[in-house]
Nanobody, 125 residues
Framework: QVELVESGGGLVQTGGSLRLSCATS????????MGWFRQAPGQERELVAT???????NYAESVKGRFTISRDNAKNTVYLQMSSLKPEDTAVYYC???????????????????WGQGTLVTVSR
């Protein structure tokens, strides 16, 4: 079953903006640190941004000041607002959820990692 559903990828020109969306279930959203990763052709997958349930954020240095990760609790959705896009931002962007929840009085933890199918962002020169 698809746990994370991504959308919003497309073709934009240098300097343009785009917003990616990642919709998930309430249970995953409420108990996960969410993030966006990307993978360009011939490159390793890299972290773009993360957002914890408490609101803490982290960004790759290459996107600081240009990208913003946010969430809509009512929609169980995390977003990646991208602006001032550059050709080097071209990549397949993946939504990620690191689920972690204490499930019994002994402190046992349920832990899972979910990945979206990816959405392609292409920035033309």
């Amino acid at each position: 079953q698809v746990e994370l559903v991504e959308s919003g990828g497309g073709l934009v020109q240098t300097g343009g903006s785009l917003r990616l969306s990642c919709a998930t279930s309430k249970s995953i959203f409420a108990n996960s640190a969410m993030g966006w990763f990307r993978q360009a052709p011939g490159q390793e997958r890299e972290l773009v941004a993360t957002l914890t349930s408490s609101g803490s954020t982290n960004y790759a240095e290459s996107v600081k000041g240009r990208f913003t990760i946010s969430r809509d609790n009512a929609k169980n959705t995390v977003y990646l607002q991208m602006s001032s896009l550059k050709p080097e931002d071209t990549a397949v962007y993946y939504c990620n959820a690191k689920f972690r929840k204490v499930v019994n009085v002994e402190g046992a933890i349920a832990s899972k990692e979910y990945w979206g199918q990816g959405t392609l962002v292409t920035v033309s020169r």
